[in-house]
């Protein structure tokens, strides 16, 4: 009997942090096609004239998850979580360089899913949602881990919950109430 995909995925993770280089390797063909459908999700999202590509993004995520010294991975839930960190940090560093090149005529816009769509504002800016994220992160890094699992990555409740350490239950409360802080928080930036 085959180990299931996500079986395969937690062996090699496990092995990996013990600097299995060879296990390291073996996950890049398991892991790729999920990395590229975040980025893809993530992008879908996007400006239609933004210039960075869902594999420019998985690349560049990829070799910044290869790239850490002996990690000690919990499980696929906590890898993807991980590069969906990544992912947000690229996307936001992006929009800063576009915005500088710019000169400040505009940062790059970004769809929000309906979940945490804010009213009658179907775009944020990525730069302003991660000043927000920030913020909140100082106030609860939970909730602002939470935000980034659900929307970066788009982890289900489950895997927010596996990845968090905490119940299903928990996930969707907190999920609540942090939509309605990101919410309040960047119609207060749509005002400035």
């Given amino acids: 009997m085959h180990p299931t995909p996500s079986t395969q995925i937690n062996r090699l993770l496990a092995d990996w942090g013990r600097g299995n ?3 390291r390797e073996a996950l890049i063909p398991l892991v790729y096609e999920e990395l590229r459908r975040l980025a893809r999700h993530r992008l ?19 070799l910044r998850l290869v790239h850490q010294e002996a990690p000690q991975w919990q499980n696929r839930a ?4 991980v590069a969906a960190q990544l992912m947000r940090h690229i996307l936001v560093d992006h ?12 940062a790059p816009r970004l769809s929000f899913d309906p979940e945490i769509a804010l009213p009658q504002k179907p775009e944020v800016d990525l730069v302003a949602l991660d ?5 909140l992160a100082a106030l609860d890094p939970q909730q602002s881990r939470l935000i980034e699992l659900r929307f970066f990555a788009g982890l289900s409740i489950e895997e927010t919950a596996v990845v ?18 990101l919410r309040r928080e960047m119609s207060k930036d749509a005002w400035k």
């Fill in 21 to 23: 280089q060879d296990a």
């Fill in 78 to 81: 906590h890898f993807f979580g």
């Fill in 44 to 62: 879908w999202h996007e400006r239609p004239d933004h210039t960075l590509q869902s594999a420019a993004l998985v690349n560049e995520a990829y």
């Fill in 95 to 106: 929009a800063r360089k576009h915005l500088a090149a710019k000169r400040g005529a505009g």
């Fill in 131 to 135: 000043t927000a994220l920030n913020k």
């Fill in 164 to 181: 968090l350490g905490v119940s299903p239950a928990t996930v969707k409360r907190e999920w609540a109430i942090a939509r309605a802080w």
